[in-house]
């Protein structure tokens, strides 16, 4: 293995991936969006051991997804609160949600996404926010930028691109 | 631990992690949607162990995101095609594409999301489907479906909801 840590991968993908440590960090974060704050209830909702849970809740502190705030003096309680970047974490889990209505073999119906003033069901839908065209519609592929790392550069450049789209026409496949 | 897989809880995004199994494999996922198929692109973009990416192309195999397919017969070699399902992957990705792009130390800058036709480069964002609104400018929650499991339902049950509401405004920060 050449690295022992996403991080040094130059892809943000990879970078946020790090961030989380493992499934179980994701699925407090869905709590935590959800509102949940508290030991008890991430434990509840989770089914997870104790140990385990006290050291997701840690290193997601640790990462700046949560912040650790005491709510009760006698006995000392804590919450765990999301920060900015915890809470930009939405569109992450709204993904894996889509993802997994259409996928697994739960319900279609077992959750869903409402407006919470209004009630109606939201679908939600990835749009180039300056054309407003749907993500689906368009080409969209990932390229070097200009401060790209050379892998990243390698991996995006021209020639890639180029033989991974041959390789697709003659295979049948599409690529992204 | 009530249970030791993420499949029985009844949430849409707990059975999506269920199938990915680790960051590698999204990281595998990741490069289909980029267009690679085959096993020494694969090792050579992630640097990972060959036993653990065999192991891995497996599971995704089985999990029915990518697709096994000869394309060599002398010497047998064989590429990894996306699946629907995998291909419906690419929403993730792109979300967290755009945390990793604004929450890791990476340059904002080093991979840009492009339209292949026109070099242009996309800002993904969520909205509804029906109403065209931002995500963000909407209060959306997960609530229960018609079809949800009594866990999801005590979860996203309108008392659970109301309580998490009351405390977030109490302690000062917005629920999701």
């Known amino acids: 293995m050449r690295q022992s840590s996403f991080n040094n991968m130059g ?69 765990y609160l999301l920060t900015e970047s915890g809470r930009d974490l939405g569109p992450v889990i709204v993904a894996l949600y889509l993802w997994g209505i259409k996928h697994t073999d739960l319900d279609h119906h077992s959750v869903v996404l409402v407006d ?18 749907p993500l689906r519609e368009i080409r969209a592929v990932f390229a070097a930028g200009r401060a790209a790392t050379d892998q990243m550069r390698r991996r995006h450049g021209p020639e890639t691109k180029a033989a991974l789209r041959d390789r697709a026409l003659r295979s049948g496949a599409a690529a992204l």
Chains 1, 2 share one sequence.
């Open 11 to 79: 892809c943000p993908i990879a970078g946020a991936l790090e961030h989380f440590g493992d499934w179980w960090s994701l699925l407090i974060m869905r709590d935590a969006l959800d509102g949940f704050t508290r030991f008890d209830e991430f434990q509840e909702n989770l089914g997870i051991a104790p140990n385990i849970l006290t050291r997701r809740l840690k290193s997601l502190t640790d990462a700046g997804l949560l912040e650790r705030r005491q709510y009760s003096e006698r006995p000392a309680r804590y919450e």
């Open 116 to 133: 919470q003033d209004s009630g109606a069901e939201i679908e939600p839908v990835y749009v180039d926010r300056r054309s407003g065209r």
